[in-house]
C-alpha cells in the first residue's frame, strides 16, 4: 500500500485555469505538508496541517489554498495559475509538528502551465 | 535564524569508491538534521536523521552520517559506491521542537561511473 498518495501525477493547463491536486496519506499521522520544487530541484515548504488547522502558511500567493476534510488529506487548489506555478508539488506527512519527525513523501505532482 | 549549505551542487565517484557529500549548516536551537535522497521522478525519502543522540548516524543503504557541532557539519558518507546510489540527496534542517522553520539544502547531485 502506497503510504503517502497524490493525484494526478501529471497535470497540463493553461494560464487562468483552476486546479486541485489530492493527497491522501494512510499512515494515521497528525501533521501534513504542501512543497513546491521548481525547475533548480530547490524544495520549500508551503503549508502545514495538523490535525486539519493550518499551522504554517509561508509566504504563498493567496491564489492557493489548502483544504484538510479530515487528518489522512489535504489538498491543494490553485486559482488563476500563472506560468511560474509550473513546478513540481509534493505533498508529505509526519507523526507531529515537532522538528525530529521525519517526512513522509508522496510521488509528487508534475504541474504545467502553457 | 537556521540556514543550511550543501557545498556541491554535483559529485561524480566511480562505482565502487567512496562517497561524500558535504552539508553545513547554523541554527539558533539544537537542531534537527536530515538527509534525504531523491532518484529521478520519485518523491523523497528518508536517508538518516540526527535528533540529539548518537552523533554518528547509520542509515538505509551503508549511509551514514556525523554531527559534528564544532564544525557545524553534518557530512554524508558511504564506503563504497552503487550504481544504484544515483539521486539528488537533500540535507534538511529544523529546530528540534517544531517543523514550520524546515530548511532545505539546495541539492547534490550524485552520479556514479562504471
Known amino acids: 500500500d502506497t503510504a503517502v498518495s497524490q493525484t494526478p501525477k501529471y497535470l497540463v493547463t493553461q494560464m487562468g485555469n483552476d486546479k486541485s491536486i489530492k493527497c491522501e496519506q494512510n499512515l494515521g499521522h497528525d501533521t501534513m505538508y504542501w512543497y513546491k520544487q521548481d525547475s533548480k530541484k530547490f524544495l520549500k515548504i508551503m503549508f502545514s496541517?495538523?490535525?486539519?488547522?493550518?499551522?504554517i502558511n509561508e509566504t504563498v500567493p493567496n491564489r492557493f489554498s489548502p483544504k484538510s476534510p479530515d487528518k489522512a488529506h489535504l489538498n491543494l487548489h490553485i486559482n488563476s495559475l500563472e506560468l511560474g506555478d509550473s513546478a513540481v508539488y509534493f505533498c508529505?506527512?509526519?507523526?507531529?509538528?515537532?522538528?525530529?519527525?521525519?517526512?513522509?513523501f508522496g510521488p509528487g505532482t508534475r504541474l504545467t502551465v502553457t | 535564524a537556521q540556514s543550511v549549505t550543501q557545498l556541491d551542487s554535483h559529485v561524480s565517484v566511480s562505482e565502487g569508491t567512496p562517497v561524500l557529500l558535504r552539508c553545513n549548516y547554523s541554527s539558533s536551537y539544537s537542531p534537527s538534521l536530515f538527509w534525504y535522497v531523491q532518484h529521478p521522478n520519485k518523491g523523497l525519502q528518508l536517508l538518516l536523521k540526527y535528533t540529539s543522540a548518537a552523533t554518528l548516524v547509520k542509515g538505509i543503504n551503508g549511509f551514514e552520517a556525523e554531527f559534528k557541532k564544532s564544525e557545524t557539519s553534518f557530512h554524508l558518507t558511504k564506503p563504497s559506491a552503487h550504481m544504484s546510489d544515483a539521486a539528488e540527496y537533500f540535507c534538511v534542517v529544523t529546530p528540534g521542537s517544531s517543523a514550520s522553520k524546515i530548511i532545505f539544502g539546495s541539492g547534490t547531485r550524485l552520479s556514479i561511473r562504471p
Open positions: 496541517y495538523n490535525n486539519k488547522e493550518l499551522i
Open positions: 508529505a506527512s509526519s507523526l507531529g509538528l515537532a522538528g525530529s519527525y521525519e517526512q513522509y
